[in-house]
């Protein structure tokens, strides 16, 4: 790992956030401005850094923010950007940069039969903040393994029977009804409890499961009011 990636991740360990990879770009790229080279994924894994943000978000002039979340990784991720020559993008933010591509191109992930991407160690529980683009290639060892299928090793696959409504019966996720059921009294005393079911049903990363507030604060951002 370069010295700029391991003072990068230095700092960001400070906040409970990691590099995940770093995509290499074949070509130029442009992203925000900047003629990429390369794209540094910023994330967490599991829960690990629930209590920072929990922290931030308590103090007085944090607890109006419509999006904490978002808000809390920007005043981290922007002057990390600033500070070492990079321009930070966001994955909420529009335009959508590919930041699952991104990840499926620079981690040991797959993609999942429920949407999200999938470890062999932490299974789906994991996210990505923001991620810096550089005009200069980064080293950083990525872990990419473009064979890996979770999925089709799984026998039973669980995910695709626990979800109420069978979001995951078609080709593509059956939002409006996840939506619809997430409103109902079923719903909030299941999924917006506990967790969406089909994400709980997997077996992999069990250990690495978000605890109850960062569970029910990602349930109440996902479903709209
Ligand atoms: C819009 C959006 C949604 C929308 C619509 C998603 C859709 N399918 O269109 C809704 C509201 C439904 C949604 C829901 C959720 N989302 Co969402 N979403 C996004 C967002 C902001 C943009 C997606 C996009 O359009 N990208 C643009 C395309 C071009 O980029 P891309 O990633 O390279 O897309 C490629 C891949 O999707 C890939 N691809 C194609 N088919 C498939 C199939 C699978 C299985 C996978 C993994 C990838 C894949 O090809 C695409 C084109 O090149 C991303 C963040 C981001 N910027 O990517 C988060 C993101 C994908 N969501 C995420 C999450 C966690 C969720 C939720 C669990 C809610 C939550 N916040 O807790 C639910 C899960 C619902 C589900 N099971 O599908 C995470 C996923 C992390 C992970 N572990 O993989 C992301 C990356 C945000 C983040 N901050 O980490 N989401
Ligand atoms: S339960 Fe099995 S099929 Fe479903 S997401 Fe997990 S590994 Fe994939
Ligand atoms: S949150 Fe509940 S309703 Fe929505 S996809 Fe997950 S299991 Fe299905």
């Not at 442009?30 to 794209?39: E, N, S, Y």
């Amino acid at each position: 790992m370069s010295d700029l990636a391991k003072n990068i991740d230095r700092e960001l360990s400070a906040f409970g956030l990691r590099i995940r990879g770093v995509k290499i770009f074949e070509e130029v790229t442009p992203i925000a401005g900047v003629d990429a080279k390369c794209v540094a994924l910023i994330g967490h894994i599991g829960g690990e850094n629930w209590d920072q943000f929990q922290n931030w978000w308590t103090q007085d002039d944090h607890q109006d923010q419509e999006h904490p979340l978002d808000a809390w990784s920007k005043e981290i991720i922007i002057p990390l950007a600033k500070k070492y020559d990079g321009v930070a993008v966001f994955p909420s933010d529009e335009p959508y940069y590919p930041f699952q591509n991104w990840a499926l191109e620079s981690e040991l992930l797959s993609k999942s039969l429920i949407n999200l991407l999938i470890s062999e160690e932490f299974g789906t529980w994991h996210g990505y903040r923001g991620a810096i683009a550089f005009e200069e290639k980064l080293d950083f060892a990525c872990r990419e393994n473009p064979a890996l299928d979770i999925c089709e090793t799984c026998v039973d696959k669980p995910c695709l029977s626990a979800c109420p409504v069978g979001a995951f019966s078609g080709d593509a996720f059956l939002y409006s009804e996840c939506q619809s059921y997430l409103k109902t009294k079923e719903g909030e005393a299941s999924c917006m409890m506990d967790g969406c079911s089909a994400r709980n049903a997997c077996p992999y990363g069990v250990e690495y499961k978000y605890k109850s507030p960062q569970m029910k604060f990602h349930m109440r951002a996902f479903r709209k009011f």
